[in-house]
């Protein structure tokens, strides 16, 4: 085994590659299926590390006499195994819409994970041999290996800028390449080893005739590949995305397009479009210019309505995506128009020469002034206000891709955030919102009104007149708020481009709202999705209590009602007859406006609905979850019904396989009890779990959850998990570092362990307005304030693993080493698991609380552990 | 490997697969019009169905089981489109790997990212459509070809339409070789492999039309070449979580049009509990759990 520097270089270089080869796998399964698969692949096989020190707890006495051969071995495995194993996984994908009806999918799974769990294993080997022989220097061994980490996270980042997600694998090899060359006397032999595994991985997917990442044929741009005349015109490959622009005549966007359209403008020319792909995910219609004739398609998109009331607008687009609601802006005569994108790819495509017959320069018309970050960051620290601000489709709400209904913090959609828009309007300005209504039964959809109606709420005035909502089934809602409240005249103006449209109006501040079209529609959403398929959905008489709704005389239209397109036919409709022929009620659109009533009346309605529609707030940013926590055991037996909360109850899942995947590796060393010294008892094996165990927890959490709050500054995950991992993992090591020097004494650790505690609780208090300060701040600044805010707790964080470890070597329990590293690894797991978990439920200050907790509970399990082991 | 080959070698893959292996029949007898299959005695309709279909027992067994629940659920309420769901040899479409769920509730994966809809979605889309013989009938995305088979037991004018080359060869093979086997009714359908987006205006207008691929407008070339008073349905939402979208186009008095958006359930919630197994005509569990 090497010594001094160059071992410590070899199990930070392998400890980094064991990173960057978690974020290449997360890419992998981003770009060939679905990004939130790959973190429960990945975050599975990390429970590698606890099985390795079972492993090596369970044969120790020979891995004593041969560690130097047994870590020699595992190391050379590490570039082997991952590469085979990402080759035979692209072999065996597996399909997330079929999970539920396809019996082989699951196996597919389960064999992803167990491909993947064998580089992860092998590097796990290496560093737990290492970390046991050398225990004496335990705090140095993981100074290295956190160091090692964290640079390796900040290396990757810069990997993504230069290696496709096919090639990414190269950045883990490399380091793992170093390790090899630091760790074995025959170097030269080592760089041969490292680079002919490294050319395999480039060369073998051809030879073999494996794509290199399977594209589920699911993924959006697999459709357009498959398109005859498809070209790909652009690619862009950074840490915001692997972004590629197609061009084929197939291609036609017009999301939420009036039916109407058809008899009123003209077809529009072929080749009009072109899709832009984020990781395979979309498209995004990007539009060429249209000539004037055809202008008149803008008029019948959601995203036209301000314009209806707001002529000549200086308009604020909250993120540019594809560019449509700004040509839409243009042509409906906007004075200006400024835009937002936070994703510098998209902004450097729309610039690129290649793509500039399909943009039409878009960004250099001179109307339009381009804000290179978030829209709602902008908003909350300029001075500038709009006649119309729009936040028109800028996400998929509630409309994923089959399998890709992922967990993330939409932090454009919160409370918070409209506040932030409303804000940014003038006085009389316009805020417009327009979403996909794609879901039956609604979830997004009124998890977003709910929103609205907290947020126009807490800007205070009349509010309940500053709204105006339609929608058109099963297509797009649009919703409108004016500062200052509408007039009775565009509320009509309103009114009637709805109908011109034959969209539905499901609130005004004129609007009559029949109670007795909704009679038991609560009920029968709830006996829809948790009945038994016998009753007849036509429950009655469990409608809440919601009395005519107060007509302003003054407001109302000339003839006191409005008759939508749908929706009107009579709530006893017998629900399990055969439909008719005509024209028939939405319950949709009736329970939307029944919940509008409720939110004017000051009803809770919506807590009555059979899914949480809850408001987003900065806290809980989650547009997931919807099934109500006493709910959960129900679905067991209707997965199918309830597809779109798959990435909530893979969650689940995924918690469930940790807790028990710790379970049996934490259960090994105790049923073998007798070999790990008489002088600890069923108290100090308990308090070591509980310390270890706590610590992982702990640690992964406030990883994890601080991922999480930064994305809200940084405004993108990628840069976030990478700022928030690297950030830790090196201020982290150096407190690991410093450990034996300043915690001879043991009331200090527990001390710090408090102060640890103390300062997350306070995080959770000061984060949220911090956050808002610096979002003020250039790119570069707001990095070094998020690695700053870091720093100090990571640094503390670094010293009760290490300080722990080596404690338990000074008093002779080396048998309990690797055990006690492997109970934390698990317990990482099992953190992982659940933040998103406690995030959804509880809020992310909770997370935080949670952490911090589990530093108290470390604390008292230390001084258990004190006394317990002597 | 480059993608046009790789594309040809999956396809090639995918049309080998797609061949079953049972024993394939040959008609016994020339397509009726009036032939009406028993619909109330599984064995009844089996018996029939092999003396006058020559079809494998065993799946007739398992259609007669599904078709049961299908009623059962509302999804089937009138006689022609009994008769058509009963007609139909759904096996013949489905890949041969998942030949034993040929008549399981779920869509299953046909290739090309594209699915077969579950029995009980086509059963409720060709049921609201109300298609009656004579009608000509407008099909975007023939992907299996099971949805416009079905048809063609409603009508003799099925148009229908493709994007994807190679599925459009694989299900034209598909066709071919039922056509061969007797079953002459599908020679009503008629196919092109083209943009569906535009319809397919030498036949317009239509009286009917189902979508039957995901996009994020109804596109308005579909929408000017329905007849007035027509109907078109489209699923909306991923596979699995699919509903039906039912868009109606009405001629005023005023020479305008107006199109209208509806459920296809006459307003009552939809209901979205698992497909119930019957046992006995009684329902006693579902095919979930």
Redesign the interface.
Known sequence: MPLGFRLYAAVGALAGAVIALQIAVMRVFAVGSWSHFGSLVVSLAMLGFGMASVFIFLGKSWLDRHSKGTATLALFLVGPLAVGANLAAQMVPFNAIFLISDPTQKWRLLANFLLYLLPFLSGAFFLGIVFRQGKEHFNRLYFADLLGSGLAGLAILGALYVLPPEKLLVAPLILWGVSLVLWERRWIASVCFAALVTAAYLVLPAILGVPSITVSSYKGVSYARNFPDAKRLYRDISPFGDLQVYSSSYMHFAPGLSDNAAFNVPELPANTYVGMYIDGEGPSGIMRALPPEDAAYYQYLPMYYPYVVKPNAKTFVVQFGGGLSVMTALNAGASSVTIAEANPAVLRAFHAPELADVTGHILANPKVKVVGYDGRLYLAHTDERYDVIDLSLADSVGLSNPGGFAIAEKYAYTEQALLAYIQGLNDGGVLSMTLWNKEEPPKSVLRFYATVAKAAQTAGGDWAKSLFVSESYLSTTTILYKKGGFTEAEVATLRQHTADLSFDEVYSAGYVFDPTMAKGILGQYRASIFGDGTEAASLAGDGPAIGPPTVDSATAPSDGTHVATTADAPSDAPSDAPPDDGATAVPSTTLARMIWQGFVQDADVAGQYVFDVHPLTDDKPYLAGYIRPSDLTKTLDRLDTVQDDWGYLLLWATLGIACLAAMVLILPPMIFGGSMGASIGGAGKAAIILYFGCLGLGYITVEVGLISWFARALTNPTISASIVISGMLVFSGIGSWVAEKITKATWVLPALMAGIAMWLGAMTYVLPGLLEAIGAYSYLIRLICCLAMVAPVAFLMGFPMATAMTWLASRGQEQMFVWAWGINGSFSVIGAAAVPLIAVSFGLSAVLGVAAVGYLLAMLAFLAMVRRVR | ?N?RS??AGTAFGVIAAGQATFAQAAVPEPYDWTAMPPMDDRQAFIDYMVQHRGEDPTFLGQRFDIFLNTVQ??DL??DKDKRAFLMTPREEFVLKR?LD?AY?S????I????TISGPRLVARMS??L?VVKGDKVLEIGSGSGYQSAYLSHLTDQVYTIE???PLFERTGGIYADLIARGYSEFTAVNRKND?G?YGWAENAPFDKIVVTCG??????????QLKPDG?MVIP??????Q?V????KTLNADG???????????????????F?KLQDGK?VG?H??
Request: hydrophobic share 40%; net charge neutral.
């Open positions: 490997m993608r790789f594309l659920h509302k309420w009138d998942n769920r399981a779920d869509f299953l994966d290739g090309f990212g594209v049921s609201s109300n994007i994807v080359q943009d987006y996009i994020d407008h109804v596109p308005p070339p579909l929408l000017e109907i909306v939402g991923p596979p699995g979580a509903h979208l039912k868009v109606t305008k049009f107006t199109v209208a958006r509806s459920d296809i359930y006459r307003g009552s919630i939809v209901n979205f509990v698992p119930t329902i579902n979930n759990g």
